[in-house]
């Protein structure tokens, strides 16, 4: 139901005090302005209360001024935490539980796209939640995940390093808010239907950024990789874990698409990626009557899905409940917090509030 009275952004009315208490003031343009001053209080107090209300008509200003800055402004109004405590229900000594979007606000996932180690698990949460959870994101977390994501295009752009990882998160977050957009009228997205048709707009302008890099040879005339015995390049190859970038590897140079193209190497990242029971179901032979290894694996992740390892992860406390990197110390009662902590994968970390 609409509210059809006085607008609450207003500054409000003036008062005075008077003997009898605090009476209304009204203006002189209203037509009922108190010529007599002293029947209400004396001048110096009400200098003091007339002063005290331009102060308060200044601050209702600078908040309204606030509020447009704000709605442009990319400062993050939250804290940036490195660990939080997961409630999950009501309990005597805390009120309401933790949601997806207040943990994603609190814990310190700007400066943790710094760190490679953890820079593969914040973009694989954030392809998560733009797949699946961006409807379930408050706007203030919503607005923190495109703060977020353009520290990562801009760092990609900047060392040239992960560019194929990024462009499909930009590619799943665009096809989301395609979807999401055509559905405005069911309030799935909060905010103007405009600011985000903007935030299209730009996730197109970073893939074209992105599109366009062209990665330049370093000046370094040292030992380069082509240099190093074939066996330690096939030592470094089998470190990979993603094919296509084996694949990349190859069309460096054509000593690197031989070795690339070694069967021992697929076959090492396919039973790196699947089970012995996924592999049987796939098996694909050669024209010489061998198993194609390569073949095999493009066709097991379009079936299942890859093994995921990263540097570092998020883990949970099952003794205090308390969400943290790993490695960061937090405020634990057991006597071997260590043993408690369970490390939590992207999609376990969106599990963890689901209720």
């Not at 290894?293 to 992740?301: D, P, Q, S, V």
């Amino acid at each position: 139901m609409p509210f059809l009275g006085q607008d609450w952004r207003s500054p409000g009315q003036s008062w005075v005090k008077t003997a009898d208490g605090w009476k209304r003031f009204l203006d002189e343009k209203s037509g009922s302005f108190v010529s007599d001053l002293s029947s209400y209080c004396s001048k110096d107090v009400y200098n003091k209360e007339n002063l005290f209300n331009s102060l308060n008509y200044d601050v209702a200003a600078k908040k309204r001024k606030k509020d447009i800055l704000n709605s442009k402004t990319k400062t993050q109004y939250f804290h940036q935490e490195k660990w939080i405590y997961v409630h999950k229900g009501s309990t005597k000594e805390r009120h309401g539980y933790c949601t997806l979007g207040e943990a994603f606000n609190r814990l310190d996932f700007s400066t943790a796209i710094l760190d490679s180690r953890r820079f593969n698990y914040v973009v694989r949460l954030l392809e998560l939640i733009a797949k699946s959870q961006l409807t379930s994101l408050s706007g203030i977390a919503q607005k923190n995940f495109m703060n977020i994501l353009e520290k990562v295009v801009l760092k990609v752009l900047e060392d040239q390093q992960n560019i194929r990882l990024i462009r499909e998160l930009l590619q799943t977050l665009y096809t989301s808010l395609c979807t999401l957009v055509q559905r405005v009228g069911k309030s799935v997205l909060v905010g103007n239907i405009n600011m985000w048709v903007y935030r299209m707009e730009t996730i197109l302008h970073w893939q074209q950024q992105l599109s366009s890099i062209q990665i330049t040879r370093p000046a370094f005339k040292g030992l380069t990789f082509t240099d190093l015995p074939v066996c330690l390049q096939l030592n470094i190859m089998q470190r990979l874990s993603d094919g296509r970038d084996l694949v990349s590897l190859g069309q460096a140079a054509p000593d690197l698409h031989v070795l690339s193209e070694d069967r021992l190497l697929w076959k090492r990242l396919c039973q790196y990626h699947f089970s012995e029971r996924q592999i049987r179901k796939r098996l694909i032979l050669s024209d010489k009557g061998q198993l194609d290894w390569k073949k095999m694996y493009f066709k097991l992740i379009r079936c299942y899905p890859r093994r995921e390892q990263y540097g570092d992860t998020l883990q949970l406390c099952r003794h205090c409940h308390i969400l943290s990197w790993k490695g960061t110390d937090h405020p634990c009662t057991a006597n071997n917090p260590e043993s408690c902590s369970t490390s939590l994968s992207p999609q376990d970390f969106i599990n963890l509030f689901k209720f």
